[in-house]
């Protein structure tokens, strides 16, 4: 099983549409979230971190479930810029604490 | 000028040779890391290393060496390139704060391995 597992792209959907990624992670240890973005094979960029209380950056929310281990990314009224692959990415503790482990993606394209 | 940069852009090599991919930072982390990502896959961890004197095998070590020549500079070697190492390569680097650790990513290396 991999460590950080995403649901398979590609997405595509409407501009203006409700589009929402799901995530799931095998480490119970793992304690730092964050979706990164990708666009057309140039390097990631962190989008957001994703915290135990769930958190909002403008249409973008994220979600955290410790129990489930599962992390989720919603992105409302989608634009056409918002396509790209969004990387799932989990971070280990300890002498782990700088490594982060990557979902394989999940391709969004936002259609006029 | 970028933060992290990478060196070459593009590269066409052929089976056997060696190849060095270089990567620079201007950010003053101490932390600096080299993944590879194939069509389909997440990226995947070759090395790493959170200060000049620290280098940490990831996933996939094998067919790689690494050299970490100053806080800056984090170069990644095949020492015997293959057909199968072709593939976009990254070098990121972080301020090492810990488990909110942000990585900065380079441009990405491509290469292809005749």
């Known amino acids: 099983r991999k460590e950080v597992e995403q649901d398979p792209g590609p997405f595509n959907v409407p501009e203006g549409a409700t589009v929402a990624f799901n995530c799931t992670y095998s480490n119970s240890a793992s304690q730092s979230f964050f979706w990164y973005r990708q666009d057309c094979r140039k390097e990631p960029k962190l989008l957001m971190s994703?915290?135990?209380s769930g958190n909002e950056d403008g249409r973008f929310t994220a979600q955290l479930n410790r129990a489930s281990q599962y992390i989720s990314l919603l992105i409302r009224d989608s634009k056409l810029s918002d396509s790209a692959t969004y990387l799932c990415v989990v971070n280990g503790r300890g002498n782990q604490g700088g490594k982060l482990i990557f979902g394989q993606g999940t391709e969004l394209s936002v259609k006029p | 000028d970028a933060d992290v940069t990478q060196t070459p852009r593009n590269r066409i090599t052929k089976t056997g040779k060696r190849i060095m991919l270089e990567c620079s930072q201007t950010?003053?982390?101490?932390?600096m890391y080299w993944y590879r990502q194939d069509p389909g896959l997440g990226l995947q961890l070759i090395y790493y290393s959170f200060d000049v004197k620290d280098i940490n095998k990831g996933e996939i070590s094998d067919g790689y060496s690494v050299s970490r020549q100053a806080q800056a500079k984090f170069s990644l070697s095949l020492e015997s390139a293959i057909p199968n190492q072709t593939a976009l390569y990254f070098c990121a680097t972080s301020g090492g704060q810990g488990v909110t650790d942000t990585q900065y990513f380079g441009p990405g290396t491509r290469l292809t391995v005749l």
């Open positions: 994703v915290y135990s």
């Open positions: 950010k003053g982390h101490d932390r």
